[in-house]
């Protein structure tokens, strides 16, 4: 009997000496309530840990990689770039009365440039040899 009352006092002391705190929790996430302030860092380290590469992107790096420019290439986007920069130059010369921009069809390349007087300005006319077309007016003053 000894026994137990003192095995009993001893529990007691054991529990009396237990203290717990109130458990709060706090969500991390901000798309479930968290911090806003968490996105960046939470961004970053699931960018940092993404191993997958989109198919897309790995086609077109591939694609980067084997289309290199030869010299001659270089040379006639070089002539056409060339050419654009000085009809921009005589078309603005022009249009503030020092230019003779003429009216017409011109062939550079891959480039069709068509130039054309209109009611609200000069209409100039680009069209690319993978068919785009950009239209340009430069209004009167």
């Known amino acids: 009997m000894k026994k137990t009352i003192l095995s009993f006092l001893f529990m007691l002391a ?61 040379f006639s986007q070089s002539i056409q770039n060339q050419l654009l920069s000085r009809i921009t130059r005589q078309l603005v010369s022009n249009q503030f009365g020092e230019g003779n921009l003429q009216p017409g069809t011109y062939r550079f390349g891959d480039y069709q440039v068509e130039i054309a007087n209109a009611a609200d300005g000069i209409r100039v006319r680009i069209v690319d040899g993978k068919g785009g077309e950009t239209t340009i007016t430069v209004p009167y003053y």
């Open 14 to 74: 054991l529990c009396a000496g237990a203290r717990a705190q109130s458990f709060s929790y706090t969500p991390v996430n901000p798309a479930f309530g968290g911090n806003t302030f968490n996105y960046s860092w939470l961004q970053g380290s699931a960018t940092a840990q993404d191993r997958t590469v989109d198919p897309a992107q790995r086609r077109t790096a591939a694609a980067a990689r084997t289309t290199t420019n030869s010299t001659l290439d270089n």
